[in-house]
């Protein structure tokens, strides 16, 4: 078995410590990208890399660093840690196992983008967690490795933590931007992006945590290094959340090009009762549905094109596994209500939207639906698409369009109780 | 008393988070630190809120409507969070909150008679792989109790029960 390069406290007892993540090799990276490197050197190498957003958009990260706007200052640089995504459970566990590596990566992605100071934004669910990072950072500002004029430059970086209040769309980055300045947390018009338009209107980068935990050690063994993981389209490692009716449920950090097989059965130890694998959500409730009727599928290659090739997107990794005994009805029954709870309300086709097919979902799954309801609950989802504020909206109709279309022998049983 | 005046040192390590020019991001902070005092936060802390970052009651107000961490009336001592999102819900968080239900004798959304446990379903918590699943939110804090069995959750509830203690 590989090491790991995320989850290293499975391999390093005590890397939560400081002493511990130094001597093996903690913050050598940071200190020689802020005392021998170029900004823009720092940059270069991750987008060498081939690194991209682990938060589910899977953005080239080097790029988004190269966009910030160098004419309007200050930057800032905000960790989002606000995971929320059904069926996510990864970045929590890399901030209590190997939380220096994190910030460390957030000081890099600081320093290469000249921001002086960052924010981690957790979701408020991380109470503890929030107060644990406080500790790591106050340990990090002791040792020398965050504050003023740092290894005897003129770089300088606070990294301050934040809570949010229990609102998914804060994961969405404009409503995180807007839930840090002190509002209620709904997106933004884009463009501006972040880039250019952030945080109190300043340029911002916005990385997922286990996107910059990902940044030390890409700068310490090179681009090269990372990219001989992986596929070609999606280099290097990915943490897996694998969740649903699995044996072991569980994060699991693999190359990128993993099958579902490998992951469901060798990893995860199979299906629970040795039932048969109906569908696959591979980005958690916002995924399409993947219909596993041919055995084939299950081989399928986990990375962002080859998922594309069955109608889905991997987008955060999150994979729920669906068995033969669960029908769709419910399953849509579940997504929507989610969706409809964490709707904003800014725009009109989500808020209304939501709330319309979640009546739809509610009939259909309590048998008092009929054929009429659910073409009505197809129209309404498909409607709309593309004509949302931000991804939020979109990502609750695909499990219903999808649904809909690879498995309507489950609606046509559950609107027959009619 | 305000609540400046009461938590001096807290507000003001609060406030150095933020830039002095956009102190209302402190807004957020600063409402958990008012509902530190009875589990919820009252129209005055919300004014004292308003006065300290120059934004308006309503403005403040807008903020606890729209976060679920946030309360505005007084419920049980303790919520008892579970998750029944998609994940948890395939490992049987379902069942596990009907049983509860049971056991405590009230429905979802209900507060016991003794005032000490309001019982909410609520959405994904990321801990999928660990359900079924809660989260305690008491006025001082919030703590995961993951991996739980009926029979360790009345359990808990009863050493809530005898000590009394703030979950941290």
């Known amino acids: 078995m590989m090491e790991h390069i995320l989850l290293r406290h499975r391999d390093i007892p005590d890397i939560n410590r400081l002493d511990v993540y130094k001597k093996n090799g903690g913050f050598a990276a940071f200190k020689n990208a802020v005392t021998k490197m170029k900004p823009n050197e720092v940059t270069d190498v991750v987008k060498n890399s081939g690194l991209r957003g682990r938060g589910g958009a899977g953005f080239p990260t080097g790029m988004k660093w190269a966009f910030i706007d160098n004419k309007n200052w200050p930057h800032y640089v905000v960790a989002n840690a606000d995971e929320s995504e059904p069926g996510t459970f990864k970045d929590r566990e890399i901030m209590e196992g190997n939380p220096f590596q994190f910030l460390e990566g957030v000081a890099i992605a600081s320093y290469a983008v000249g921001a002086n100071a960052a924010y981690v934004y957790l979701r408020g669910e991380f109470w503890q967690l929030a107060a644990f990072l406080d500790e790591k950072i106050a340990e990090m500002e002791e040792a020398g490795y965050l504050g003023k004029d740092l290894f005897g430059t003129e770089y300088s970086l606070k990294i301050h933590t934040h809570l949010g209040a229990g609102a998914y769309i804060c994961g969405e980055e404009t409503a995180m931007l807007e839930s840090l300045e002190g509002k209620r947390g709904q997106p933004r018009v884009r463009p501006p992006f972040p880039p250019s338009y952030g945080l109190y209107g300043k340029p911002t980068v916005v990385n997922n945590v286990e996107t910059l935990t990902n940044v030390p050690l890409i700068l310490a063994n090179g681009a090269d290094w990372y990219k001989s993981m992986g596929t070609a389209d999606s280099a290097g490692v990915k943490i897996f959340s694998l969740s649903g009716r699995v044996r072991k449920p569980g994060n699991y950090e693999l190359p990128f090009g993993t099958s579902f097989r490998e992951l469901i059965y060798t990893h995860g130890g199979g299906v629970q009762d040795s039932r048969k694998v109906k569908a696959i959500m591979p980005a958690g409730a916002s995924s399409s549905m993947i219909l596993v009727d041919d055995e084939k599928v299950l081989d399928t290659q986990m990375d962002y094109a080859t998922v594309r090739t069955l109608g889905a997107d991997l987008g955060s990794a999150s994979v729920i596994v669906i068995d033969d005994s669960v029908s769709m009805d419910w399953l849509i029954n579940k997504t929507i209500r989610f969706f409809k709870h964490e709707s904003c309300g800014k725009c009109t086709t989500c808020r209304e939207g939501t709330y319309w097919m979640s009546h739809l979902t509610e009939r259909i799954h309590d048998g008092t639906g009929t054929n009429a309801d659910v073409d009505l609950l197809l129209n309404v989802a498909k409607q709309m698409q593309g004509k949302c504020l931000c991804a939020l909206g979109e990502f609750s109709t695909m499990a219903v369009v999808t649904s809909i279309e690879r498995f309507p022998q489950d609606f046509k049983k559950a609107v027959s109780k009619a | ?168």
């Open chain 2, 1 to 168: 008393m305000s609540l400046e005046k009461k938590y001096p040192k807290e507000v003001k390590q609060i406030l150095a988070k933020y830039p002095p020019e956009h102190k209302r991001s402190a807004v957020m902070p600063l409402l958990y630190l008012a509902q530190r005092e009875e589990g919820y936060i009252n129209k005055t802390a919300m004014q004292d809120i308003a006065q300290i970052l120059d934004i308006t009651e309503t403005e403040v107000a807008s903020i606890v409507g729209f976060y679920t961490l946030y309360h505005d009336k007084k419920e049980g001592k303790y919520r008892m969070q579970v998750c029944t999102d998609l994940p948890c819900a395939l490992r049987g968080a379902e069942e596990f909150m009907n049983s509860l239900c049971g056991n405590l004798g009230i429905k979802v959304g209900e507060t016991t008679e003794d005032g000490l446990i309001t019982l909410e379903g609520v959405m994904c918590l990321a801990a999928c792989d660990k359900a079924p699943m809660f989260q305690i939110q008491g006025a001082d804090g919030i703590e995961y109790h993951e991996n739980m069995t009926v029979d360790r959750t009345m359990e808990l509830i009863s050493v809530l029960k005898r000590s009394g203690r703030e979950v941290k």
